[in-house]
């Protein structure tokens, strides 16, 4: 699917339900159809402070992440990526060095990525030897939109794994965002306090 591009619109906010306002942003992706983000899942049984994101569609498997809620998106620290519920493995240094250093690593499905952020805080790119998909939002915050663009042999699972992590918050993966995050890693290693 080299050089495939995709573009996720934001879809009008659903009612509050009991977790609070469902964001979602739905889109098409050429040769797969139909693909959507949508967070907090509705039918979470998790406890209220903790957040579930999901993307599924046409060919497209089921993708979750579970993590405490931040701003209304899940945390990277402890969070948990599942695949058609098969959970993957997650690892990352929160005081690595450079992009590659603070990159988060995943192993699901007999692959290994790497999720780093690229240009600034709006932009992300997921790689496995072979394949990659580069996403981009159209603001940090509150984006409209959230666009792709695959690499290589990138396929659905690719694809699916890139844009669930458009909705975790991954701010922590910059220098900046390392930085701002120290105080609060120190703090809850502390129990005693």
Partial sequence: MSGVSFELHRAASSAQGRKGEIYSWTGEVSGLGRIELSFPTEHSDYPA????????????????YL????????????GELRVDWDPADLSRSAYG????????RIQIKGRSYTYVQVG????HELTRPGAGVSMRRSSWNH???LSGTCSGAADALD???AVVLEAVYT???????ALVSMPGRFLNRCNFL
């Fill in 49 to 64: 402070e903790y957040c579930e994101v999901a993307v599924n569609g046409d060919s497209f498997p089921l993708v979750t």
């Fill in 67 to 78: 993590g405490l809620r931040y701003l209304r998106r899940p945390l990277l620290a402890r």
């Fill in 97 to 104: 060095w450079g992009r590659q250093g603070r990159a988060l």
């Fill in 120 to 123: 600034g805080k709006r932009s």
């Fill in 143 to 145: 984006p409209r939109t």
């Fill in 159 to 161: 694809i699916a794994v």
């Fill in 171 to 177: 701010r922590n993966l910059s220098a900046a965002g």
